[in-house]
């Protein structure tokens, strides 16, 4: 059974995650500072998921925007990622998180993982989606 019951769940999910993320100012402003833009291409749930300095976009307004880095992945995927019970290493080798765009961006976002999973497990309470 998939972590998100439908697109509708994830985007709510998603959507308040990465609001209080680009919000939170440890998170937020090392994110920004970045110049970093990411797409993430979800399946199971179908969704399209934008995130930059301006904000959050979904779906269809995403298809005008040049994300410096993509990643595609399941639900359920990115459910354990933001949890960090994800092994990244082996699920980039197993085509579990596809990813495109320069990795030395995509390393300077390591250090906010930290926070952003404490910050995601909250979301998890409050929409009673497994830990495990």
């Known amino acids: 059974m998939?972590?998100?019951r439908d697109a509708a769940q994830a985007q709510q999910v998603?959507?308040?995650?990465?609001?209080?993320?680009l919000e939170d100012p440890?998170?937020?402003t090392k994110l920004k500072d970045t110049g970093m833009s990411a797409l993430f291409k979800i399946s199971d749930p179908n969704?399209?998921?934008y995130i930059d300095e301006g904000g959050i976009l979904w779906n269809e307004?995403?298809?005008?925007?040049?994300?410096v880095v993509t990643f595609a992945m399941s639900g359920d995927v990115i459910h354990l990622f933001w949890?960090?019970?994800?092994?990244?290493?082996?699920?980039?080798a197993t085509r579990q998180v596809r990813t495109k765009g320069p990795i030395p961006k995509v390393m300077k976002l390591m250090p906010l993982?930290?926070?952003?999973?404490?910050?995601y497990v909250k979301y998890c309470d409050k929409y009673d989606l497994p830990m495990e």
Not at 83 to 92: I, Y
Not at 113 to 119: D, E, K, N, R, T
């Open 61 to 67: 307004d995403t298809s005008n925007k040049q994300p």
């Open 47 to 49: 969704l399209l998921l």
């Open 26 to 28: 440890e998170v937020g």
């Open 83 to 92: 949890l960090k019970k994800l092994n990244v290493a082996k699920a980039l």
């Open 113 to 119: 993982l930290g926070p952003a999973s404490q910050i």
């Open 2 to 4: 998939a972590v998100f």
């Open 14 to 21: 998603l959507g308040e995650f990465w609001t209080e993320m």
